[in-house]
């Protein structure tokens, strides 16, 4: 039985549970100074002077900086999108006239020890003249810097004829909704240990996490050095979830200072750094209206919203606004729609991709929408949805909207039927009887959901390069990252089903940009599709070489050949000859006979696999709440999961994805906010005041993954699974919610607090 | 105008002249622990017990290990030849139940620091019952261990009729020479940093040298593991000589101990260790025969010689033996040969490979043959070399022997040429007519040359990866290892040239199994021939695909453009349309039109080439000497080092081999010995004992580098030029010495000391 679709335990774990991980923290270099970042601590204001002097006077203190020192170094890049003029918005590594954001970076310490470096760094002297904050990202736009204001791209698209819909319209529904700014806060917060190797000519960065080889050239070219002298290095993650990994300040600040300073440095960000340094996200606001018939069926949507991108650009450029824009109409069919994303700054901290970016937000706004279109329409909150559902007939189904500068096809999906599936697990009819006895008996309850449409795989390509050694054991070198999604396992998995070895042979060596050229890192859910596609092509060509060596050795057609166990033989029965892969490996070692018919020596190939189009997995969660009107309190009785990954390579570590992904989903939906005061002072900046959902916020989770629509866009089928947990779980409460509430349409905002749930319930 | 054959400046110099070198004893990791070695005190001894009990008491000892902690770990290996049944000799990592030389490691420290290391060391408890001693290689073989015998092995090797040449011939001329015990003696004494990253499994051996592929595959074989999950990381290395980066028991101890310990584990040499501990080499007696004819023809050569391995079998097996056996003979025709090469054991340090191996032994023996034969046959010394020359229209010349498991061909050459160009280079007649003035005033004056023949360029292959990145930068991944000999420098020329980009544009990356799967280190002067030759076809492969890519985006026909310091342009003029190379590698980036041709992005390739036969240099040297005839000391006057090397890549880093490698060879003419008591015990223990030739010792020295027998078996000519220089100085100084002291043939023993020459003036 193939290892694909099975689940087996984690590779990664082994080092995990013996206490041997290696995170940023525990990376050390002898002579190692650690950097503390002085940050501005008002939201806006010029930025008269920066005066180090007394922090350097500080004994074991190195170096200070401020800006004047890094002069050189060009700010943070963006990775090119279609949307032009972002660059004048981009983040320098330290704050130059202005301050933008509590939490930018001003100054640097470099010392001894991180505590002498943050000692000192409360002696620098930062000479702020405070300007007002601007905090509503939907406000009308402001000046940011004089010749800039604070709108750097409105994110249009459309096509149909959308006028034209709301005038034939039967009924129109609109809708103004905000989703709340949240995002990733990973267990591990970030850190970037920088070292110069003047021997080798060679900058290295460990601690990193994401995008090791985009951060790597960026790096590069900001220090003016050549990609293949510098070197980023991936240890063990502890979560990222799309903030951590990405390019930000201090990743630039510990090279310059390991190739200035001749020590290596050390950084680690603490949590109160972490919660107003790195990426924040979701932050949005939309007014949306959509144009339906008297049958509820859509006729045209119109979508204005308003996007909190905080201080600067980040590395995602306009990702979020550009896939809130294009993605938001999920599994609906829609003949027309228009949108115009106001991308704005505003005086808080930057924001950027956070696992399901602008799907979590956008499912939200369409599901509240489509929820307010079957209470208008007086029919009901399913048959809403089925009605407008693009068939299973027509997928592929390409909807005439981009996204991540692809087109918009959705591949492939059978919406009516994983939502019959669902409906069937969740037991909908039945709770829903029992939601109407224990409402008649005065309790607050409710039922909700939310369908999605997931985007994965983003191309254009990705390689590995896959070797048996003389022993048999495997190699898989990729370009992917590991940020905890159990990357090892899963491509461990497809190349062992691929070329016939156990799993557990196969060593995943990732996030070294020393180890291979190119790579993507761990993204967009996209390395089960684009890694793992070419895992499974290295695997294959890597097996038919096994056997075309193989035949050699055993005087046999290498079609009468199989690979099981790492063993190639002839495929007639148990008695027959037969060779090990490690014999294999051994007999196109250099200078053997069989070695020089070929090109290159060894049991070796490297594939690479490319796809022009993403590929769409699609789910519906469903909720049961109750919700206490004392308190305001709403509880998750019951939860369900659904989701149509394609194929599922390893269903645990999908149903783990989707359970983990859920948690911070829930978070987004019920507790996390950062919460910002009048003059632009975050409120949120530690766990008290930053509401995480632990183990006791946690419902009875179910979980439903499906294969019914395989990609047709890749050779395994796969979907990338690592956000549809995340995605409707806003949707879905909030219509649980609005349900429990009468059906009325008074949740419009997220997070559902308390307060929020008192106020609609009118106490 | 090509920068191959150019003396350019050492890419390799930048960080050693700014003191960033980093060598074995610069590597730390944070936690690491301190190794020292308890050595046997005695030359041979039953081993009765160990007890490490007192130095465990130690504060800061970790732990104490003897032979009982390390049964599980086989002795270390050699590396294969022809030659069979040496495993018996092995030598375990600790020894076992003998010890067999004054030295070998008997228990390992491991502490906090390398003082607290020092000082168990010394409690450690070592009881042995001492045997005699065997010093003599040429007595006869006694007992090595109940079964065994101190001869593991007689490599014996023939053609033709010897003794029907011995009856035909009018001379017979027989010798008894003896080459002293010497060895490489790099700056660097040896050093091991093990460290095993747990989270990646991945046992790493820093501060290698010469063979890191090879010594990966033996590390992983002994300890049990997967060579993938084996590496082995070069940094600087203050001299190789042959005998720094073979595998020691020290390096499996420290990998052992890493693994074990669960902390980084160093280990550096001291000198007095170093002197006893790493390999001797060179202590070879030959008892020789020639049959002449009356003209001084060589009829047939039979040569006995006995050679002193010390106390176990190392990593090079029975190979010195093998090439003094299979080299001898030289530029000379031979008609019939016997060797029997007494392959013995003795309770010495162990030997093997050091600079010219066997061929600094033969050429002495050799030429002082040579000379003997001038002398019994009343000719001129250079006229019989010319008289028994293989002639030029005779190459590629087949000697019917086998060397390092290779048919001998000599692949080109012009001995009388380069003999003419040598003698009218040193002024031969010129200085035999002033010697002759001299010693008619007194003085004790002499002339003397030795002829030899290197070989290099050992098959069976070699492979390089060879990539150009985004801005241009191109970086060479080869197996080789750099002992400090120029690698980065030649390798760099070789790709330039063949590419088109400046040289210091290519960053050569060496002797990290990490990068590369397969390689071959250095040694056997192979580097430039092989891995020569590969970067030579990797960046004429190179050039093709630039140009081919270039083609299309230039719409240009391929074969139009030349590519000249990293430019693509069209052949016709300066106005042409042209790309630079970094903007070649931007278009082949993945997911690009033009990557998407090709199997695999970037621009890129690997490429490998195999040689069955060795290529053979050579060279002659011609030295004059005065004798003190009070106190016996050999002055050089002058010397000349000639030698062909087919083509140079970098006449002035041949040069710098050429004297470097004399001035050791200097050291075993006239100074460096290890001399031990009747015990066994080591005499030569310190630099005052271990007398190596300082800048004082080294004469006015010349050389002649010529180009005119350029190697068929390479595309770029080249024959190795890292031993030429040592090769032959015993003999052109031993014929010189005893020229001034007659031409009697009284010089028969390496080194040459004072004392020697005043027992043969007779005071």
């Known amino acids: 039985m193939s290892v694909f679709g099975q689940s087996v335990t984690r590779l990664e774990d082994a080092p995990l549970v013996r206490g041997q991980g290696a995170f940023a923290a525990d990376i050390d270099f002898p002579r190692q100074l650690h950097m503390r970042v002085v940050r501005a601590e008002m939201a806006h204001a010029r930025l008269l002077s920066v005066d180090v002097a007394p922090a350097l006077a500080l004994p074991g203190v190195v170096a200070a900086w401020s800006a004047a020192d890094v002069q050189g170094v060009p700010p943070i890049p963006f990775r090119a999108t279609k949307v032009r003029g972002l660059e004048p918005y981009c983040q320098p590594i330290l704050a130059r006239d202005r301050v933008r954001y509590v939490g930018e970076p001003v100054a640097v310490i470099f010392a001894e020890d991180a505590a002498m470096a943050e000692d000192a760094a409360d002696l620098v002297l930062v000479d702020l003249e405070e300007l007002p904050a601007l905090l509503d990202a939907a406000a009308p736009p402001g000046d940011f810097d004089g010749a800039r204001d604070t709108e750097p791209t409105i994110v249009r698209k459309a096509y149909g004829d959308v006028d034209a819909a709301f005038r034939e319209a039967a009924h129109v529904v609109a809708l103004d909704l905000s989703i709340g700014r949240h995002s990733g806060v990973p267990m591990e917060t970030r850190g970037a240990i920088a070292r110069y190797d003047a021997a080798m000519d060679v900058l290295e960065l460990h601690g990193t ?61 603490d949590r109160r750094e972490h919660l107003v340094a790195t990426n924040h996200s979701r932050e949005q606001r939309h007014r949306i209206r959509a144009a339906v018939d008297a049958q509820g069926q859509i006729l045209g949507i119109d979508n204005v919203f308003f996007h909190d991108q905080g201080g600067y650009i980040r590395t995602h450029g306009a990702r979020v606004a550009d896939m809130s824009a294009g993605l938001l109409l999920g599994p609906y069919r829609v003949p027309a729609y228009r949108v115009a994303g106001h991308f704005r700054l505003t005086n808080k901290t930057p924001a950027a991709t956070y696992r399901s970016p602008g799907r979590f937000e956008g499912s939200f706004v369409r599901e509240r929408l489509m929820d307010a279109i079957a209470a208008r329409c007086g029919i009901d909150r399913l048959a809403v949805r089925q009605r407008n559902f693009v068939g299973v007939a027509e997928m592929p189904y390409a909807r005439p909207l981009d996204a991540l500068g692809t087109d918009v096809v959705l591949d492939s999906g059978d919406y009516a039927l994983l939502l019959d599936k669902a409906l069937a697990r969740f037991g909908w009819d039945a709770r829903q009887a029992d939601v109407a006895r224990r409402r008649a008996a005065g309790e607050c309850v409710g039922l909700g959901l939310g369908f999605f449409v997931e985007k994965s795989g983003l191309g254009p390509s990705d390689g590995v390069r896959l070797t048996v050694d003389a022993t048999g054991a495997v190699e898989l070198v990729t370009g992917a990252a590991s940020v905890g999604q159990g990357v090892e396992t899963v491509l461990a998995q497809i190349a062992a089903a691929a070329l016939g070895v156990e799993y557990r042979r196969v060593r995943v060596l990732h996030g070294r940009t020393d180890r291979i050229e190119f790579g993507s890192g761990a993204h967009a859910s996209r390395v089960t599709v684009m890694s793992g596609s070419a895992t499974h092509q290295a695997g294959l060509a890597l097996a038919a070489l096994a056997k075309a060596t193989a035949a050699a050795m055993l005087q046999a057609p290498a079609d009468s050949l199989t690979i099981e166990a790492g063993v190639v033989r002839r495929a007639e029965g148990a008695g027959g000859a037969s060779v090990t892969l490690g014999e294999v490996a051994r007999a196109l070692a250099p200078g053997s006979a069989l070695s020089r018919e070929r090109a290159t020596p060894g049991l070796t190939v490297e594939s690479w696999f490319h796809s022009d189009h993403m590929t769409y997995p699609y789910g519906v969660q469903m909720a049961q709440v109750a919700i206490d009107r004392g308190t305001g309190t709403v509880k998750v009785e019951h939860y369900l999961c659904a989701y149509d990954v394609g194929r599922a390579v390893n269903p645990m570590l999908v149903e783990g994805q989707i359970v983990g992904g859920f948690a911070q989903g829930l978070g987004g939906a019920l507790y996390e906010a950062f919460r910002y005061d009048e003059r632009g002072q975050p409120l949120s900046t530690t766990f008290a005041d930053y509401l995480m959902p632990t183990i006791a916020e946690m419902p009875p989770l179910d979980v439903l993954v499906t294969e019914d629509a395989p990609s047709p866009l890749n050779p395994i089928g796969v979907k990338g699974a690592g956000e549809g947990g995340t995605n409707a779980v806003g949707a879905a409460i909030a219509s649980a919610v609005d349900d429990a509430l009468g059906g009325r349409g008074l949740v419009t905002t997220l997070p559902i607090t308390p307060r929020d749930v008192l106020r609609m319930l009118g106490t």
């Open 209 to 269: 996490a994401k995008k090791q080889h985009w951060n790597r050239d960026e790096i590069a070219r900001l220090l003016g050095r050549a990609p293949s002298s510098v070197h980023l290095f991936e240890g063990h993650v502890g979560g990222g979830f799309g903030v951590r990994g990405e390019l930000y300040p201090e990743d630039l600040l510990v090279c310059l200072a390991a190739l200035r300073l001749g020590r290596p440095v050390k950084w680690i960000e």
